[in-house]
Nanobody, 127 residues
Framework: QVQLVESGGGLVQTGGSLRLSCAAS????????AGWFRQAPGKEREFVAA????????YYADSVKGRFTISRDNAKNTVYLQMNSLKPEDTAVYYC????????????????????WGQGTQVTVSS
């Protein structure tokens, strides 16, 4: 099993920045990739970003490309989501997720691809 714990959410003004963290524990050697998703009130959960656990390759939703960056600290088994130039439409609960199988990035945009999920952290962007 893998446990994921997110942190770093909060309230920020339009144009501001936040960095979310996702600490992984347990059988982290089994993780092939990690991703971030978000769910706004009344909307479905949507893909934000993903990266291979070994590092290097990343993939982003068009809505966040150029503003958000996913990264990982190997020593801490922690995945980050740096969010810059935040907009009110970025307001949502952000979830970290991990998957055991190695697949093309297009597969990692799917909620059903992931085996483990964190509890979520709220991000609110005020206008």
């Amino acid at each position: 099993q893998v446990q994921l714990v997110e942190s770093g959410g909060g309230l920020v003004q339009t144009g501001g920045s936040l960095r979310l963290s996702c600490a992984a524990s347990g059988r982290t050697f089994s993780i092939a990739a990690a991703g971030w998703f978000r769910q706004a009130p009344g909307k479905e959960r949507e893909f934000v970003a993903a990266m291979r656990w070994s590092g290097g390759s990343t993939y982003y939703a068009d809505s966040v490309k150029g503003r958000f960056t996913i990264s990982r600290d190997n020593a801490k088994n922690t995945v980050y989501l740096q969010m810059n130039s935040l907009k009110p439409e970025d307001t949502a609960v952000y979830y970290c997720a991990a998957v055991k199988s190695s697949s093309p990035f297009s597969y990692y945009t799917r909620i059903g691809a992931y085996d483990y999920w964190g509890q979520g952290t709220q991000v609110t962007v005020s206008s």
